[in-house]
């Protein structure tokens, strides 16, 4: 078992920054690839950015390629997404998620086998 719980969202106007943060939980937690998937209203669930807990790789949706950025701090079991430059369309319910399948399959929201709850971020004037 895996227990992810995303905290950080909030409403913010276009051009903020917002960083939220997803705690994981459970033994093998560190066996499993890290991703930020958003739902907007009436959309598909699409993924964000995905990260592992070891190693240098990132993956990014080219939507926020440039703006938002996915790190990890290992001794707090913890996975953050820096969003800066927020846009309206940005505005979603944004999930933490994991995978045993690696990072390969990180982009698939198929694949995922944990999900948090999520966390609403609203950008608006």
């Known amino acids: 078992q895996v227990q992810l719980v995303e905290s950080g969202g909030g409403l913010v106007q276009p051009g903020d920054s917002l960083r939220l943060s997803c705690a994981a939980s459970?033994?093998?937690?560190?066996?499993?690839?890290m991703g930020w998937f958003r739902q907007a209203p009436g959309k598909e669930r699409e993924f964000v950015a995905g990260t592992r807990w070891s190693g240098g790789s990132t993956y990014y949706a080219d939507s926020v390629k440039g703006r938002f950025t996915i790190s990890r701090d290992n001794a707090k079991n913890t996975v953050y997404l820096q969003m800066n430059s927020l846009k309206p369309e940005d505005t979603a319910v944004y999930y933490c998620?994991?995978?045993?399948?690696?990072?390969?399959?990180?982009?698939?929201?198929?694949?995922?086998?944990?999900w948090g709850k999520g966390t609403l971020v609203t950008v608006s004037s």
């Open positions: 998620a994991a995978t045993s399948g690696g990072l390969g399959y990180i982009y698939a929201a198929d694949a995922m086998d944990y």
């Open positions: 459970g033994r093998t937690v560190s066996r499993y690839a």
